[in-house]
């Protein structure tokens, strides 16, 4: 008999990468060995299921492993449906080069699985894409497996002496691949079918010269794995002295014969061993036995297969059971169980006979070098019509050169003109950039020139105010001999100079502000909040406002200038104090924000109308407003507070309403 091994990852070596997954097929395969095949399967599922960082290299072998399982338990449906996921799980994701081993097998598998389901075309085209793979990588393990299976399907086709030299190719193919368990066992399947094929075409010594070469591949590497494997190799011992019997029998060797086959018989009819084979074996046994007229002996082998047979059916042993049943019966002179025997015979052999008919005629390898000749014509075709392409592209190209080059003349002589005009205007434009750099020089000379105007006048009005409101508190510490009118106009004196003492600060912080260092440092911006608004809360009082602060308890670090950013709150806060109504209410809020912080400032304010939101920042601003208690507009707080902002590289924008009031964000970043 011919022994079809599972194809696994035995002609290639597997990544570092898959080697979680080589673990749990081990111990899945030594569930599966020790005939525990359903439980197999679900600890496979379930271990795989629970894996992490699964990669395409271990879903492929995920569903390899599942196929081998199923096909060798001889489920179909399963088998087909991990095949086709093989196949999917690499085209799908473009792996066809980088995984180019699992691709061979994938595709050879499912060449396999159509070739025995009789879908010829649709197998040869998997076949020719399997062997191009492994060609291509130049992969002799996997070409190995093409090759077999050539001689396994022209043995199948009875046509044993063209079978013999592809087994021998695949012999020395594979005899290069890693010696693992898979690859030892495929060496010794090949060498026992060179003995078959030379047995079929009557070389029985020769047949016997492969069968012992098959025992000595056994003998040689049994001790090379674990006793675990031991089993595997008792197997491929009994299938080749069983054949080796075979061959004996039919060289008249009967002694010999029923030593190897009883030898062959006793280990495979073991639980979980290769029953079929001892099925076979004993028929083969009991035609010995028949020749020699022991038909005790053989019927006693023959009831053992029948009751075999009734618990694992297989036609090709029913078949060959039943020729040895009429051939009994026949001797025995009892025709009529003869006859009914030889009816099944020849019903089952019509029945096998039809199934391979079409298998007979059938040559693998040459219509898989007819879909290679035919991919060269398509690829020749290809290159006849690129080089028709590159005619025309060439013909376009000579055209196209007489065409640019008669516009190339043209347009030299124009090209002389426009490189006079161009010389003209880029004189002109070298003197208009000039012309705007002294501009832009005086611009920066006279903005300087501002600064150090606005420094002085600010700087100069400080005296004369403070000294203006000194004389006036003097003044008014004798308001007991001032009268009512005399002490109104003190007051009004007072918040005059108090008005004008800020503004010159104003000024003297837009002068300096751009020009001068800023010294930041971490500062715990909650606490700076509460303590500016603390602060404020008297000035409110006078309005009858209150500010309601919401800020975290907890301390907030950010890398800023605590002067300046109190000059921020105080601004934005005044602001909204000024242009709000007595009696209402102002929220300050602050709260860390992406990278920085964010502080709020809502109040419930007149707004600001839309047509001057765009100019409330600018300086010395035409959108200036009087308070709603009549307070004096300057212009000055929000630009400088959006100028301080600025240098910290943060943001400030507001949300308003006229008549809803008017909401101020500023947003500091961390650093």
Not at 111 to 125: F, G, I, S, V, W
Not at 183 to 202: F, H, M, P, S
């Amino acid at each position: 008999m011919i022994i079809l091994a599972a194809c696994n990852s035995g002609f290639q070596t597997r990544e570092q990468s898959a080697i979680s997954v080589d673990t749990l097929i081990d111990r899945a395969t030594d569930l599966y060995e020790a005939g525990h095949g359903d439980a197999a399967i679900r600890y496979f599922d379930s271990a795989f299921a629970a894996k992490e960082d699964i990669t395409i290299r271990d879903k492929f072998y995920y569903y390899h492993y599942l196929y081998e399982v199923n096909r060798n338990m001889g489920r179909s449906a399963p088998e087909r449906k991990y095949i086709d996921s093989m196949v999917y799980v690499i085209e799908n994701t473009g792996e066809e080069d980088t995984m180019a081993d699992e691709y061979a097998m994938a595709n050879f598998a499912k060449a396999d699985y159509l070739l025995q389901d009789k879908q010829y075309n649709e197998a040869y085209q998997y076949y020719y894409k399997a062997k191009a793979s492994a060609q291509k990588n130049n992969d002799s393990c996997a070409l190995s497996h093409y090759v077999y299976k050539i001689g396994i399907v022209l043995y199948r086709a009875e046509r044993y002496w063209k079978a013999i030299p592809y087994f021998k190719e695949a012999y020395t193919l594979f005899n290069t691949c890693e010696k693992n368990i898979t690859a030892v066992n495929r060496l010794q399947e090949i060498t026992d079918n060179i003995g078959l094929c030379y047995a079929k075409e009557g070389a029985y010594d020769t047949a016997i010269v492969f069968y012992d070469s098959a025992l000595s591949i056994a003998h040689r590497f049994r001790d090379s794995f674990p006793a675990t494997k031991n089993r595997l190799f008792d197997m491929a011992e009994a299938v080749a002295r069983g054949n080796k019997g075979a061959a004996y029998f039919a060289l008249g060797k009967k002694d010999t014969a029923e030593k190897e086959m009883l030898a062959s018989i006793a280990i495979n009819m073991q639980k979980d061993y290769d029953n079929h084979d001892a099925q076979l074996t004993s028929i083969r046994l009991a035609d010995l036995y028949l020749t020699e007229s022991k038909f005790d002996k053989a019927r006693q082998l023959l009831d053992r297969v029948r009751e075999w047979q009734d618990s694992n059916y297989s036609q090709k042993v029913a078949l060959r059971w039943n020729n040895i049943m009429w051939q009994y019966w026949a001797r025995q002179h009892n025709d009529t169980k003869a006859f009914a025997y030889l009816l099944r015979y020849k019903t089952l052999t019509d029945s096998l006979d039809e199934a391979e008919k079409k298998l007979r005629f059938i040559d693998i390898d040459e219509k898989v070098k007819g879909l290679e000749k035919q991919n060269q014509i398509n690829v020749l075709q290809k290159r006849d019509e690129t080089k028709k392409l590159y005619l025309v592209i060439a013909v376009f190209l000579c055209v196209t050169a007489v065409t640019v080059s008669f516009l190339v003349y043209k347009n030299y002589r124009e090209s002389k003109e426009n490189l006079r005009k161009l010389q003209e205007l880029n004189d002109q434009i070298v003197e208009q950039k000039s012309i705007l750099q002294k501009a832009l020089d005086d611009v920066a000379k006279v903005g300087k020139e501002k600064d150090r105007i606005l420094k002085a006048v600010s700087h100069d009005m400080r005296s004369p105010v403070n000294s203006a409101m000194a004389l006036i508190d003097l003044l008014l510490m004798e308001k007991d001999n001032l009268t009512e009118d005399q002490l109104a106009y003190l007051n009004l004196m007072r918040d005059s100079c108090g008005n004008a003492l800020s503004l010159t600060t104003d000024l003297l912080e837009v002068a300096t502000l751009s020009d001068e260092k800023l010294f930041k440092s971490p500062v715990d911006i909650n606490a700076l909040i509460r303590s500016a608004i603390e602060l404020l809360r008297f000035k409110a009082a006078e309005k009858s406002q209150v500010i309601e602060v919401s800020v975290a308890d907890e301390p907030f670090a950010i890398n800023i200038n605590r002067e300046k950013i109190t000059r921020v709150i105080n601004n934005l806060v005044n602001n909204a104090m000024k242009f709000s109504p007595s009696g209402s209410e102002i929220l300050v809020s602050g709260a860390p924000a992406a990278d920085g912080y964010n502080i709020t400032v809502k109040d419930q304010g007149i707004g600001i109308p839309a047509e001057i939101q765009d100019k409330v920042f600018d300086i010395f601003t035409e959108a200036k407003r009087f308070g709603t208690s009549g307070e004096q507009p300057y212009g000055l707080g929000l630009s400088i507070t959006r100028q301080i902002v600025d240098v910290h590289h943060g943001r400030i924008w507001f949300e308003s309403e006229p008549g809803q009031g008017t909401t101020f964000h500023v947003f500091l970043p961390l650093a």
